[in-house]
T-cell receptor, first 116, second 113 residues
Framework: EAGVAQSPRYKIIEKRQSVAFWCNPISGHATLYWYQQILGQGPKLLIQFQNNGVVDDSQLPKDRFSAERLKGVDSTLKIQPAKLEDSAVYLC??????????????FGPGTRLTVL | QKEVEQDPGPLSVPEGAIVSLNCTYSNSAFQYFMWYRQYSRKGPELLMYTYSSGNKEDGRFTAQVDKSSKYISLFIRDSQPSDSATYLCAMTGGTGGYNKLIFGAGTRLAVHP
């Protein structure tokens, strides 16, 4: 079974530029998550999709971050404009079931963003 | 106060040692407790999952949950250099109804030969 795919793996941009990350979850997984992991911290949920609907975006800085999941499969996360404090690893995860607390989240390798 | 507190370490132990990793939490509604392992430049992977209080064993790994103290532990027996990684505790079961995981900061473990 293929895992969660993310691209690019690394990205360096200057502040005020825009950037987009892409995630392809495990085939058939209903729920997709985007996390932000700042160096030395645990992952923090930014947004959760169930199929192609948003179920939790309470911690997404909506003035600069946006995300979409087209056709309930792939997802993109965009930052515009980027700030220095956005430097982090952006992790995508997916689960097979919709909304089940006991379902295992499978993580991708992440995209490491550096904002200069 | 953070919902989940975890000592970031680093923790350095010799091969074969017993390792104890811990987290405390403040939200008494948490009922599902997980331990994830994260190797450098990789995403986290689920190691252990426990519901409510009690112990769970899987090979060299034992997870313990003490809800009365709001304290969870992960024990690694006969530690190996391949266990060198960051260990993240995570928990859910609070308000919201969905499996929103709250992670600790992670403890970096180094097992040296």
């Amino acid at each position: 079974e293929a895992g969660v795919a993310q691209s690019p793996r690394y990205k360096i941009i200057e502040k005020r530029q825009s950037v987009a990350f892409w995630c392809n979850p495990i085939s058939g997984h209903a729920t997709l998550y985007w996390y932000q992991q700042i160096l030395g911290q645990g992952p923090k949920l930014l947004i959760q999709f169930q199929n192609n609907g948003v179920v939790d975006d309470s911690q997404l800085p909506k003035d600069r971050f946006s995300a979409e999941r087209l056709k309930g499969v792939d997802s993109t996360l965009k930052i515009q404009p980027a700030k220095l404090e956005d430097s982090a690893v952006y992790l995508c995860a997916s689960t097979q079931l919709a909304g089940a607390r006991t379902d295992t989240q499978y993580f991708g390798p992440g995209t490491r963003l550096t904002v200069l | 106060q953070k919902e989940v507190e975890q000592d970031p370490g680093p923790l350095s132990v010799p091969e074969g040692a017993i390792v104890s990793l811990n987290c405390t939490y403040s939200n008494s509604a948490f009922q599902y407790f997980m331990w994830y392992r994260q190797y450098s430049r990789k995403g986290p992977e689920l190691l252990m999952y426990t519901y409510s209080s009690g112990n769970k064993e899987d090979g060299r790994f034992t997870a313990q949950v003490d809800k009365s103290s709001k304290y969870i532990s992960l024990f690694i027996r006969d530690s190996q250099p391949s266990d060198s990684a960051t260990y993240l505790c995570a928990m859910t079961g609070g308000t919201g109804g969905y499996n929103k995981l709250i992670f600790g900061a992670g403890t970096r473990l180094a097992v040296h030969p």
